[in-house]
Nanobody
Framework: QVQLVESGGQLVQAGGSLRLSCAAS????????MGWFRQAPGKSREFVTE????????TYADSVKGRFTISRDNAKNTVYLQMNSLKPEDTAVYYC????????????WGQGTQVTVSS
């Protein structure tokens, strides 16, 4: 079992930056592919970004490419999401998730952290 806890969400003005953190416990984070997802009000959850176990492979949704950066510190069992040039449409609850294999479904999910971008 992996427990994931997100933090760092808050209200920010458009154009601003935030860094989200996802702290893992229960298992060594380095065993897992990690991802960030988000869900805006009235919309389904969508993929944001994903990072491989050794940080070699990173994938981003087109909507966040060039603005968001995912990283991980396996020694600290933590994954980060640096968000720059934030837009009102980035407003959502952000979730981190973990899976054991690149082509597997995400198995473990955090409780989410709210990001609100004001215009």
């Amino acid at each position: 079992q992996v427990q994931l806890v997100e933090s760092g969400g808050q209200l920010v003005q458009a154009g601003g930056s935030l860094r989200l953190s996802c702290a893992a416990s229960g298992r060594t984070l380095s065993n897992y592919v990690m991802g960030w997802f988000r869900q805006a009000p009235g919309k389904s959850r969508e993929f944001v970004t994903e990072i491989g176990r050794l940080s070699i492979t990173k994938t981003y949704a087109d909507s966040v490419k060039g603005r968001f950066t995912i990283s991980r510190d396996n020694a600290k069992n933590t994954v980060y999401l640096q968000m720059n040039s934030l837009k009102p449409e980035d407003t959502a609850v952000y979730y981190c998730a973990a899976k054991l294999a690149a082509k597997a479904e995400y198995t473990y999910w955090g409780q989410g952290t709210q990001v609100t971008v004001s215009s």
